[in-house]
């Protein structure tokens, strides 16, 4: 005689023979693997400190302007959140000894799990210094410890004699979302525009460049520097602008005004537009460092319809960045609606980052409308005379952000800057995705080279010796970074780039057509994965099994005596999006778990 595992069992005698009747039981387990880890490391000084020969002192000076090194953990299982502050343990190592952890004394200070440095140490023939932070955390299902690590490399340069400011170009609006109904019509385009401007370091030269504009799937005017865009091609829901600069002796800077549907409201009617407006669209800083405004003042806007286009209060953050590409935590954040909001700039920060939430949202939360970013633009004073800077700059042309869409794609696009012209020959690149504990593979530890190999399994593609990459949702678990390596005149040059997913966690619901509890052996029943996201169901049932759908269905039993059965399905597994169980696939108590892919 056998008793069911944990619901009661009927017992009957039938020709004076006992036997047992089992109550099925089903179960419906969402597979996920081992947390990934991602660790970043931020700084509050500059990455590159200038060495003046002539005067022999460092800018900055490390024994005053002590730069802090500071950790970030983001945990796939935890969402986007830092949770550094969970790690089991944090240490430092210096790149050239990765078997003895940094301590207090001497140059550095440990303090949790922060590494701060006093001394100028990149003296003699160190033109760099990298710092290697591994952290340990502890996953809290399975209490296993996993290790990751990050690193951060501090370059020197040279002072040489004084020369040329940089060219650069700036556009008063580098994006804009255009609202529509919810079929896409009835856009409101007011100050849906974007001015170029040139800047000789700190100078603005606009007036001796002339400007010419490349439209794709949007339509506009240009006037002199400003493009005005009036609508959107046909069928289409996002488009850009390129703007060019031009001027004799000088090579040409092309940037681009990205632009996208939201579309919102009801059909046929016309829903409301908010703008950020920033006082200005760069911050100049001349040699001494002094700025120019010292402010920045940021305004909102708003209609509804053919409303007036008035005045509109808000919530605000504000971030900034000393490196041109990690932003760290926001700097300012409204604690209540305001019409206006003025910011002084810090000392030695490369950009402004500006963000409008709507009227009693909670900012970075929810409710976004509109973000800014205002450069800051330098007098030239350091480098060879005649020579030209190289950099490598990856961006992203429409966005870093996914929202509930697996079959969105998104590009990274790297450029080489020599001066300020981008360099289309004699480049080669090279593109990395971080991969905790992988071995350097030319981008240093803990980067993952892509091929045409392993690239799918990142859901990325066109990953081979190619500045532009496509990246899809699909291969976003809350967000990715990306390195680029790009090859020219025989020395590399590296910049990163982050994508972030901030799709709705998806419920899973499995549902059995005649229940979950049988007797007397008549088991006859199909078993539904159902999924929903943001209250809605996605990937719904078609009219076959395995075909059609978004996602693919991989079931599993296991017997009552908790043991996968490798027969199920012939070889342990059945796929689709039901699946039919009768009397044989049951003795007493089974448990079935779905894995959605």
Request: aromatic residues 10%; negative net charge; proline residues 3%.
């Amino acid at each position: 005689m056998r008793i069911g595992d944990s619901l009661p069992s009927i017992l009957s005698t039938d020709g004076g023979n006992q036997m047992t009747i089992a109550t099925g039981q089903i179960s419906i387990v969402d597979f996920n693997d081992a947390p990934s880890l991602t660790a970043f490391v931020s700084t509050t000084s500059p990455k590159t400190q200038i060495w003046d020969p002539a005067t022999q002192k460092f800018t900055p000076d490390w024994t005053s302007s002590s730069p802090t090194l500071q950790p970030s953990l983001f945990v796939s299982s935890e969402g986007t959140t830092d949770q550094i502050a969970t790690a089991k343990s944090v240490k430092w190592f210096d790149s050239a000894d990765l078997t003895t952890a940094l301590v207090t004394g001497g140059a550095y200070t440990v303090t949790g799990s922060t590494l701060k440095v006093s001394q100028n140490i990149m003296t003699g023939s160190i033109y760099a210094k990298t710092f290697i932070c591994e952290i340990i955390w502890t996953d809290p299902a399975t209490l296993v410890d996993l290790t990751v690590r990050a690193e951060f490399t501090f370059n020197r340069a040279d002072n040489g004699k004084t020369g040329p400011s940089a060219i650069s170009a700036v556009l008063s609006n580098d994006s804009d979302v255009i609202p529509t109904d919810s079929a896409g019509n009835n856009g409101n385009f007011t100050g849906a525009l974007s001015t170029m401007y040139i800047y000789e370091g700190a100078t603005d030269v606009s007036s001796s460049w002339t400007v010419t504009a490349n439209a794709v799937d949007v339509t506009g005017t240009l006037s002199g520097r400003t493009y005005t865009v009036t609508g959107f091609a046909s069928g289409k829901d996002t488009g850009y602008v390129d703007l060019t600069a031009s001027r004799s002796g000088y090579a040409s800077i092309t940037r681009r005004f990205a632009l996208s549907k939201s579309k919102q409201g009801t059909a046929g009617t016309t829903p409301t537009l908010y703008r950020l407006i920033p006082s200005v669209n760069a911050i100049a800083k001349n040699i001494s460092g002094v700025y120019n405004p010292t402010t920045l003042t940021l305004t909102a806007k708003s209609q509804t319809g053919n409303g007036a286009y008035g005045d509109y209060s808000g919530r605000y953050q504000i971030w900034e960045t000393t490196d041109g590409t990690n932003w760290g935590t926001a700097k300012y954040t409204s604690t209540a609606n305001e019409a206006s909001k003025t910011w002084t700039p810090t000392a030695g920060i490369k950009a402004i980052k500006a963000q409008l939430y709507i009227a009693g949202s909670t900012p970075n939360g929810t409710g976004f409308l509109d973000e800014q970013i205002i450069p800051v633009v330098s007098d030239g004073a350091t480098g060879a005379a005649g020579a030209d800077a190289v950099l490598v700059s990856a961006w992203a042309p429409s966005g870093n952000l996914f929202k509930n869409d697996l079959s969105t794609s998104l590009t990274a696009q790297a450029d080489l800057y020599k001066g300020a012209t981008v360099q289309t020959s004699g480049v080669t690149y090279e593109w990395f995705v971080q991969k905790s504990g992988n071995a350097d593979e030319g981008a240093g530890a803990g980067w993952d080279k892509l091929d045409s190999t392993n690239q799918a399994s990142y859901g990325v593609t066109g990953a081979v010796n190619t500045s532009t990459i496509t990246v899809t949702a699909a291969g976003i678990v809350n967000l990715a970074a990306f390195k680029v390596k790009a090859t020219y005149g025989g020395k590399a040059y590296y910049d990163t780039i982050i994508f972030y997913d901030q799709t709705d966690p998806i419920m899973v619901v499995v549902e059995s057509s005649n229940g979950n509890i049988f007797k007397n052996g008549q088991i006859s029943s199909q078993l539904l994965c159902r999924l929903y996201q943001n209250g809605e169901e996605i990937d719904p049932k078609q009219s076959t099994a395995t075909t059609g759908y978004k996602y693919t269905y991989t079931w599993t039993k296991l017997g009552r005596d908790g043991n996968q059965d490798m027969t199920f399905g012939g070889s342990g597994t059945k796929k689709g999006k039901w699946i039919d169980i009768t009397d044989a696939d049951i003795y007493q108590k089974a448990v079935f778990k779905v894995e959605i892919t």
